[in-house]
């Protein structure tokens, strides 16, 4: 594409709250169930009914705006959003409109060149879901599911701060991470419980005004927003070097053509007639309120990141990895909390070793068939020198694969050498049969030192403890 | 004797059923075959279910045979105004939308209701979505005046108000937005109570204006409306509006006297279009709460001009997002065969509203929409504010605000519906003590050209121990109380 066109992204994230019954009703909320069964008067919107606030929902939107550095009003207020469409029952959705609960913070995301970029975050607000319509083309058939309907949601919109699909996908990661850190979110793309709506524009670098917005709908998952803003930058550019207007649409992404379809005009859009909904009172929030909230929060990603670095000395690189999901970042921890393992040593086995196996095996950590505990166990055998490396990979390689129990690996291998008179014999042997290396090294190529060493670990099936072998070959090649 | 138990008060009645005088079965049967009797004439009801009423009778029999606690309400009958949802019966607030429409939910009220031992006995006529004052904007027909049958019997509650007044209920619950209760009791010379804003719960009260819609009784005396409103009134979950003040026992002192009470005769609400007969009959209930001790003192409502405008503009913006969910999708009228879905949306609506509903439909979607709302409703709210700010300095000064509930008796049938500006400058006098959220109550006070006229007081929030307490004092001194209609 031209370079001449800077892209200027902004994302609406709407998240669904994990909240055991739905924001308006006692109903529960829950995915996964048979059509219509989680309904009851308020979600089917019967006349008559009235709306009555999820204290739990209000804690974990106002956690979200924590976590994202907003600042918190004490006084919210909900609107109502009109439109018809079958899968809305009220004919329309709460909402909040000029009085968001959390408005003004930020994320700060990694880029590519090593740089982090601050994104802001415009508000976070909260509202309903609606149900869904699913449309039946054989039968001529619309049918209507409202166990969705009702269930909380917050939208999180960010600033137009974006500046390529790659941000856009990091901003959308880091969000997604801190959502399930806090613990809020199941964060499922596919299954719709964490949605994103893309803006785009494209402006000639150093121009000052954006360009003519367009926004993408539609698009459920990392790899989709990627593409399809990768498209649609396309599209503009194409668009604008061809001498034609962008116009304000709403597009949708069609990820069997891989590419993005009109589905509105501006002049299409809906008037949503906003107004404060009559039936809630202005969401008030306490100091005190607020201030148990914050004492409440988690550790987040970034925190622990640098918890990592700082206490741990770990690399940027392995503390990003290692808190890249909340459940990795347990595991780590899990595996420090039992047997004290050393948090480099167990840094690197979980990396490596831990996340090389299950990433053959196309498995996430929450599958992992070794436990913590085992995986601690092992680092123990290998940091009090009962086994080597090279064992300690075997035992885990037993573990991971046959579900076996470290200690009795390590006691049926044999254990480690680490009689200092059986080695000697072993390299009082090996010096007799090779004088050609032994006047070699003596003569200065000390680097031969490994050939005796290895001679050893061959001779001992790699159960001689490396570093007494060591010790000791240096002191009898230099008698 | 059983005729006259029929004009004898709630509170009697439920006195004879616990001492077994008589059986709530026997008394239920009284009154519906009263409702069989006189109905055909005046239709207050648009259903009168009387296999369930006699089987809930039956239960309170039961329940004193055996010695239980029966509630305070024990076997007297109650008719509901069809606003207000009624589980397993058909509810339908007078229009064609929801025809055949049966709610699996009891409104708060009603459940209230059936605690206290009373019995549901049926469902009463009104405007349609609760908008008119005279009750002909029913899908279902119109309600006639108990004093007059050519007359109406004002509304939008006035199936309610007919069935107290001709002594089919001794008591019945209706809605009011903008003196809904207050207007038809006026106009049919019984109690209407509106209640303060969020001290009856509105969970099942079918919204038409969420900030403005009350439920409360109709009854033939004060002290039955006292004893209703201590069985309605109180905090509720489900209504995140409803106030979580205790609520008084109204029964208690309710006979103590208006000596020292400042009463504020506004000089606003001495309207020009104010008929001369109800001038001096409202110029009579004040002279007597004056003989009754009360201190009368001259008040002024500034903003009163407004008050209808600014009404019209909260009202029907809040009733055309309250009736958007009467879509046909999951319930009530759907038009036939619908071309696709913008086909069935526009013609269930416009099949299954009145006129009445869809003009005020279309002025709230007006006002609401986008380059009008600074203008229209939020301007609205600021004036709203002022007028409560009215109240609040008159309340400084007074404990209670006598006026009249409406400068006319009942009008003749068809008399107004041609003129709808006209019918809603009929509500002047009412709407102002919605905007305001205040109590407001209307009691009969005389009679103009053999019509009766009734007295409104108002009270500050929460102030409805004093209202009824004055409201008890005027009804002690008026003369033609047991005056009967029908």
């Known amino acids: 594409m031209k370079t001449a066109y800077e892209t200027i992204i902004g994302l609406e994230v709407h998240a669904q709250l994990k909240t055991q019954s739905k924001v308006f009703s006692m109903c529960p909320a829950k995915a996964n169930e048979l059509p219509n069964t989680l309904t009851d008067v308020v979600t089917l919107g019967l006349p008559g009914v009235l709306p009555v606030l999820n204290a739990q929902a209000v804690r974990f939107a106002v956690m979200m705006g924590l976590a994202t550095h907003c600042s918190i009003r004490k006084v919210s207020r909900f609107a109502r959003k009109h439109y018809f469409y079958p899968d809305l029952p009220k004919g329309y959705q709460i909402s909040q409109y000029d009085e968001p609960l959390c408005e003004h913070g930020w994320i700060d995301i990694d880029l590519e060149s090593g740089e982090t970029k601050r994104v802001g975050i415009t508000r976070i607000h909260m509202e309903e879901d609606a149900g869904k319509t699913i449309h039946d083309a054989d039968r001529n058939e619309s049918r209507v599911d409202f166990n969705r309907a009702g269930v909380p949601l917050i939208e999180i919109v960010s600033g137009p701060d974006m500046r390529s699909p790659d941000e856009a996908v990091a901003y959308l990661k880091v969000l997604h991470n801190i959502l399930r850190y806090l613990d809020i979110c199941d964060g499922n793309m596919e299954e719709g419980n964490f949605r994103c709506d893309a803006n785009i524009s494209l402006r000639l670098h150093g121009q000052e005004r954006f360009g003519t917005k367009v926004e993408i709908k539609n698009i459920n998952s990392f790899r989709y927003v990627h593409k399809a803003l990768v498209y649609e930058q396309q599209r503009q550019a194409q668009f604008l070097d061809d001498g034609k207007t962008i116009v304000q649409e709403t597009r949708l992404w069609n990820s069997e053509v891989n590419r ?54 770990l690399s940027e690189y392995d503390s990003a990895v290692l808190t890249s999901t909340p459940e990795l970042s347990r595991y780590y921890d899990a595996v420090l909390a039992s047997w004290g393992a050393d948090p480099k040593l167990a840094a690197n086995w979980v990396s490596t070793e831990l996340l090389g196996a299950l990433a053959k095996d196309g498995k996430p950590i929450e599958k992992t068939p070794v436990s913590p505990e085992n995986l601690a166990r092992i680092l123990h055998h290998l940091s009090s020198g009962s086994i080597s490396g090279k064992m300690a990979k075997e035992v885990f390689e037993k573990v991971y694969n046959e579900g076996a129990d470290p200690d009795s690996v390590v006691s049926t291998m044999g254990g480690q050498v680490s009689d200092p008179e059986a080695l000697l014999a072993i390299l009082r042997d090996i010096i007799a049969n090779n004088p050609a290396q032994v006047e070699k090294y003596r003569a200065g190529k000390t680097q031969l030192l490994g050939f005796f060493v290895g001679q050893v670990m061959q001779r001992t099936k790699g159960k001689a403890n490396p570093t007494l072998t060591n010790e000791l070959a240096i002191a009898e090649l230099n008698r | 004797m059983s005729d006259d138990l029929l004009f004898e008060s709630a509170l009697s009645l439920r006195e004879r059923v616990v001492s077994k005088q008589i059986s709530a079965s026997e008394l239920t049967g009284l009154f519906l075959d009263r409702i069989a009797k006189t109905d055909a004439t005046y239709r207050a009801f648009l259903l009168v279910d009387r296999d369930s009423a006699l089987a809930q009778a039956r239960a309170i029999d039961g329940a004193i045979v055996r010695g239980d606690d029966v509630g305070p309400l024990a076997g007297v009958p109650v008719a509901i105004k069809d606003q207000i949802v009624t589980r397993g019966l058909r509810t339908t607030c007078a229009s064609r939308m929801l025809e055949g429409f049966v709610p699996p939910y009891d409104a708060t009220v009603v459940d209230r209701l059936r605690r206290a031992g009373a019995i549901i006995i049926g469902k009463t006529n009104q405007d349609e979505f609760a908008m008119g004052s005279s009750t002909e904007n029913s899908a279902y027909g119109p309600t006639r005046n108990p004093w007059d049958p050519n007359r109406v019997p004002g509304g939008s509650s006035g199936g309610s108000a007919v069935a107290v007044a001709l002594r089919q209920v001794p008591l019945a619950l209706g809605t009011d937005t903008g003196g809904s209760i207050r207007q038809p009791a006026s106009l049919c010379g019984v109690v209407g109570l509106k209640p303060t804003y969020g001290r009856v719960s509105r969970f099942g009260a079918v919204a038409f204006a969420s900030s403005l819609d009350q439920i409360g009784p109709f009854a033939n005396t004060v002290p039955d409306t006292a004893a209703i409103m201590n069985v309605i009134a109180g905090h509720d979950p489900n209504d995140s509006t409803c106030v979580p003040a205790a609520v008084p026992d109204y029964l208690s002192g309710l006979d103590g006297g208006i000596a020292g009470i400042k009463v504020g005769v506004p000089r606003e609400y001495f309207v020009p279009g104010m008929t001369a007969g109800v001038e001096s009959a409202i110029q009579a209930g004040i002279d ?47 038009a036939k065969e619908p071309k696709d879905l913008y086909d069935m949306y526009s013609r269930s609506r416009d099949e299954g509203f009145g006129s009445e509903v869809k003009r005020r439909i279309m002025l709230g979607t007006y006002v609401l929409s986008s380059g009008y709302y600074d203008a229209y409703y939020r301007k609205a709210q600021q004036v709203r504010t002022l007028i409560r700010q009215d109240f609040d300095a008159a309340f400084q000064k007074v404990d209670v605000i006598a006026c009249p509930v409406s400068p006319v008796t009942a009008f003749k049938l068809g008399e107004m519906v041609e003129d709808p500006l006209q019918m809603y400058l009929m509500d002047i006098l009412t709407i102002s003590c919605n905007l305001a959220g205040l109590p407001g109550i209307s009691v009969p006070c005389g009679f103009s050209d053999n019509l009766p006229v009734g007295l409104q007081l108002l009270a500050k929030p929460l102030g409805e121990t004093v209202l009824l307490r004055t409201a008890r004092a005027h009804e002690m001194a008026y003369p033609d109380s047991a005056r009967r209609a029908g």
Not at chain 1, 287 to 295: G, V
Not at chain 2, 300 to 325: F, G, Q
């Open chain 2, 288 to 334: 007597r709460l004056r003989a009754a001790g009360a201190e009368l003192v001259e008040i002024s409502l500034p903003h009163t001009d407004y008050c209808v405008a600014t009404y019209y503009i909260i009202a029907t913006a809040e009733a055309s997002s309250n009736l958007a969910r009467y879509d046909g999708v999951r319930y009530g009228y759907r």
């Open chain 1, 260 to 313: 993005t379809e009109s589905m509105r005009s501006k002049e299409d859009a809906h008037d949503y007639r906003y107004f404060p909904d009559p039936d809630l009172l202005p969401l008030v929030l306490t100091d005190e309120t607020l201030q148990a909230i914050a004492s409440e929060l988690p550790e987040l990603p970034d925190d622990k990141r640098r918890r990592f670095v700082r206490d741990f000395h």
